[in-house]
């Protein structure tokens, strides 16, 4: 464990945020003996065993920066895209209120996949090949003027603006790319469609690398491998993440040396030369591409269910790490992180019909039996009571539950994880088998 310390005890903590990442990010604070209080905005039913849940939206920036004022929140960590993008950190910031995450301009490095695309060339950062047009239109003169190459090409075509994990279509040839820029405003809503981005396709393994940074310095976290496709073997439409595994293997340390030389130190460098320092969770999309990682995309915040696995293996107060990231120069800190041994995996278990319209409302059964098999942890997502006072938990939401392990290697983990997920049941209940294999 880190010797690190800093900051006073007595803490009250604010998260942001309602899905199994904030279950995740409220679980390592309210293990720390630094937190006395620690609420969730909004939170979700599995949440509110470890922290006070308040019904206010991510969205809802005045009324997050009058509950923190109020009641005195001396420090509150943002788990979502939603509120960097209207500028939560600088609101709170205004207010003296202490906050982690990146300011609203950083944040656009999410916010717009045009401004991402800009500030990667900018800054000769590794990436595929683009075009930002400003219409439907411009966006398919541009693919037939040949230069995303023939009709058989594939390409990515990117709705500009954030749309939860739903606004980009890899699109197999021209055809299917221009049904993909007529049909994006329809799929992800105007605004943030009203710009399209597109990509050269790119092939190779992906990978999501995640730092902490405070504005110059970083700290990388365990690298991990999302499994966004709804379906075993990488089949079905896109969702917000099936199942993340933490493992040595999934990228070669040359290859991790080249990812921090060419792409994470060249994007802080970049931030300060521009006028935003990153402070936050840097959260990279990587394709390893047969010459080199190359940046699919920015997120300015924890992934889900990334931060799952990620955490479960976090053995350093993550209140200190925070301490250090707002301290201005958290060098000493970062160097000093520690990480538990071996391997983790969360698979996700989902409603029926997730990810397009997901049924809510079944009885979830076997959480417990499923908490008892050992390294294992349960993360709620999209959980509620049938009512206040209800023993049951209902489903809520899409992605309903991550369970997640921790084990001295892969196999370990996912064994576990497993063993763990057939404990548990609900009507309509959808996970993906295959997961880190
Ligand atoms: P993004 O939200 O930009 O990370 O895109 C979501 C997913 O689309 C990525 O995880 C990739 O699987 C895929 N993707 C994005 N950009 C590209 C690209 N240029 N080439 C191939 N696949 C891509
Ligand atoms: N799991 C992908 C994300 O959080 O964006």
Redesign the pocket.
Known sequence: MSSYSYGEDNMKVLVIGSGGREHALCSSFASSPKVTRLFCANGNAGIAEVAECVAIRPDDIAGLVDFAMTELIDLTFVGGETSLALGVVDEFEARGLRIIGPYRRAAELEAS?AFAKDFMRRHSIPT?AYFNADSSDNAVMELESGRFGDASSPV?V?ADGLAA?K??V?AANRAEAIDAIRGMAGLVGGDAAEKIVL?????GK?VSILSFADGENFALMPVTR?H?RVGEGDTGP?TGGMGTITDGSLIDPLVLEAVVNSIIRPTLRGCIAEGFPFRGILFL?I?LTATGPKL??YNVRFGDPETQAILVRLETDLVDICEAMLSGDASQAFSSISWRQGSSACVVLASQNYPSKPRTGDVISGIDLATRVPNVTIFHAGTARSTDASPEFITSGGRVLGVTATGDDLASAIRSTYQAASQISFAGMHFRRDIGR
Do not use: I
């Open positions: 996949k595929a990515v990117k994990g606004g980009v890899v990509e050269e396709c790119l092939f992906e999302d966004k896109n999309g394709m699919l995309e």
